[in-house]
């Protein structure tokens, strides 16, 4: 499946719905939705993307899930029954994360922590540090375990999946995700 940049930008500013199952143990959350992820509907779906690869290569996922392509009810089911979810910071599209202004994300951080506190997962794990340091307003905070909790979850910064964080690969990201998901029980090795 491919996508017109003109055909792309007709996704602006829309939104992908969450992926939440019961038994939530894994919280995921990207930044904000891409135009590609909009217009499939599927979080983390450009092709360029390397969440899934690095989810199977940690073993957290058990089988392939191509996003390019749709996200299927069945690769729903799957990452339902692994204890997994996936949100956003910001609900809205758009092509580039740092379309978001400041406020943008401060607001979405309020909102994520809302949804944590109802959700209720073990283990939140945020991609991308730069916007998690705008959001939360910690602007020294690295990578990895976060001190205390976050609506009651424990929380990591991840690695961005994102074709445009050059410096991280499938290897390296499957290590930084694994890590919150021995935490959360949904990698147990």
């Known amino acids: 499946m491919g996508f ?6 007709t996704f602006r500013d829309a939104t992908v719905p969450d992926v939440v199952g019961p038994g939530l143990r894994l919280l995921f959350v990207g930044i904000n939705p891409g135009l590609w992820t909009a217009a499939t509907q599927t979080h983390f779906a450009h092709p360029g993307n390397r969440f899934y690869p ?11 899930i191509d996003p390019g392509a ?3 009810d069945d690769d729903r089911a799957h990452l339902h029954s692994r204890g997994i979810g996936l949100t956003n910071i910001v609900a809205r599209a758009t092509a580039r994360a740092d379309e ?19 959700h209720r997962p073990a283990v939140v794990a945020i991609a991308g540090i730069t916007a998690y340091r705008t959001a939360f307003g910690v602007p020294k905070a690295v990578s990895g375990e976060q001190p205390g909790t976050f609506g009651g979850s424990r929380l990591w910064v991840v690695p961005n999946p994102s074709g445009l964080n050059a410096h991280a690969t499938v290897a390296t990201l499957a290590e930084a995700y694994a890590e919150p998901a021995r935490a959360a029980g949904v990698l147990n090795d």
């Open 70 to 72: 749709g996200m299927t």
């Open 100 to 118: 978001l202004s400041r406020e943008e994300l401060r607001a979405g951080g309020r909102a994520l922590l809302e949804f944590v506190q109802e």
């Open 4 to 9: 017109t940049r003109t055909e792309l930008e």
């Open 54 to 64: 690095a989810l199977l290569r940690a073993g957290i996922i058990t089988r392939p």
